[in-house]
């Protein structure tokens, strides 16, 4: 079946950086939207940012506007997630996910993304 692991997670200060990576394998890569997607404690998963298949399309949630990057090397199988200028609100469990068959116009929503990496903590404090 279809594997994505996650990895780049840690510990910040607020202001700091961090670059998570998803790995996909078992899968044809450039066929699939991927997205980020974050679970803080007692909260609802939320929708963080999503790249289109040829990664010439991106969003992001109003929040991360302007502080995270998403990417992909199709190349390489592997997602990203270049965060800059971290809040303690962005603390959280970070996920990727793939979704095989959505067109790019739908891409906010959790139940679409058929795959789920078993995501990477992110803690932002001082």
């Known amino acids: 079946q279809v594997q994505l692991v996650e990895s780049g997670g840690g510990v910040v200060q607020p202001g700091g950086s961090l670059r998570l990576s998803c790995a996909a394998s078992?899968?044809?890569?450039?066929?699939?939207?991927m997205g980020w997607f974050r679970q803080a404690p007692g909260k609802e998963r939320e929708f963080v940012s999503a790249i289109s298949r040829s990664g010439g399309g991106t969003d992001y949630t109003d929040s991360v506007k302007g502080r995270f990057t998403i990417s992909r090397d199709n190349a390489k199988n592997t997602l990203y997630l270049q965060m800059n200028s971290l809040k303690p609100e962005d603390t959280a469990v970070y996920y990727c996910?793939?979704?095989?068959?959505?067109?790019?116009?739908?891409?906010?929503?959790?139940?679409?993304?058929?795959?789920w990496g078993q995501g990477t903590q992110v803690t932002v404090s001082s």
């Open positions: 078992r899968l044809t890569f450039s066929s699939y939207l």
């Open positions: 996910a793939a979704d095989p068959t959505s067109p790019y116009g739908s891409r906010t929503n959790r139940g679409q993304y058929l795959y």
